[in-house]
Nanobody, 119 residues
Framework: QVQLVESGGGLVQPGGSLRLSCTPS????????RGWYRQAPGKQREFLARIGGDGRTNYADSILGRFSISRDTAWNKVYLEMNNLQPDDTAVYYC?????????????WGQGTQVTVSS
């Protein structure tokens, strides 16, 4: 099973920016998508952004215009650029990968990286 490792979280002041990275333990070939989610204390995990192998992206309305998902040219690492961060963005951020081999799909989640927005 592919392991995902997130990095780039930390403490940032309101209005600041962070760039999260998601690195798989091995290259995920074939048809696959990558996504970013977050979970704030006492809340359910929520979808933020997704990028497909064709480069198409989609975003949750709550972060549209402030966050941007991208990938490296080798389609290995995936990033989440976060701008104008606000205290409500404080959460654990998770990377997710889904891929298909034949008719079967596989999903892997990272362990999460903490993002805290506070002055």
């Amino acid at each position: 099973q592919v392991q995902l490792v997130e990095s780039g979280g930390g403490l940032v002041q309101p209005g600041g920016s962070l760039r999260l990275s998601c690195t798989p333990s091995e290259r995920i070939g074939g048809l696959n998508t990558r996504g970013w989610y977050r979970q704030a204390p006492g809340k359910q995990r929520e979808f933020l952004a997704r990028i497909g192998g064709d480069g198409r992206t989609n975003y949750a309305d709550s972060i549209l215009g402030r966050f941007s998902i991208s990938r490296d040219t080798a389609w290995n690492k995936v990033y989440l650029e976060m701008n104008n961060l606000q205290p409500d963005d404080t959460a654990v951020y998770y990377c997710r990968a889904e891929w298909w081999i034949g008719q079967r799909s596989y999903v892997s989640w990272g362990q999460g990286t903490q993002v805290t927005v506070s002055s």
